[in-house]
């Protein structure tokens, strides 16, 4: 089993930035494919972006040029950087992962608690 745990979520301005960390635990790290995911309330689970094995980063179309997902093994933690943050925004982020090479979406096996972003006028 590998366990995942999200921090950094919060109450940020229109246009602000903000910080999410996820620690793991009960898995090698850096054997791990690591992803966010966000759910809006009335609306379907939407994958943010992925970070694979080797530190390279996916994004979605919506999030592309203003969130960066990183990684430091050393920590086990994962990040995401989201800049020019805006009320679409607003969601629960999930930090997620899966044993294996390629960021899959639909193939995450492992998530965590969440973390709320809201973001106000």
């Known amino acids: 089993q590998v366990q995942l745990v999200e921090s950094g979520g919060g109450l940020v301005q229109a246009g602000g930035s903000l910080r999410l960390s996820c620690a793991a635990s009960g898995s090698t790290f850096s054997r791990l494919v690591m992803g966010w995911f966000r759910q809006a309330p009335g609306k379907e689970r939407e994958f943010v972006g992925g970070i694979n094995r080797s530190g390279i980063a996916y994004y979605s179309d919506s999030v592309k040029g203003r969130f960066t997902i990183s990684r430091d093994n050393a920590k086990n933690t994962v990040y995401l950087e989201m800049n020019s943050l805006n009320a679409e925004d607003t969601a629960v982020y999930y930090c997620?992962?899966?044993?294996?090479?390629?960021?899959?979406?639909?193939?995450?096996?492992?998530w965590g608690q969440g973390t709320q972003v809201t973001v106000s006028s």
């Open positions: 997620a992962a899966r044993l294996g090479v390629v960021v899959i979406p639909r193939e995450f096996d492992y």
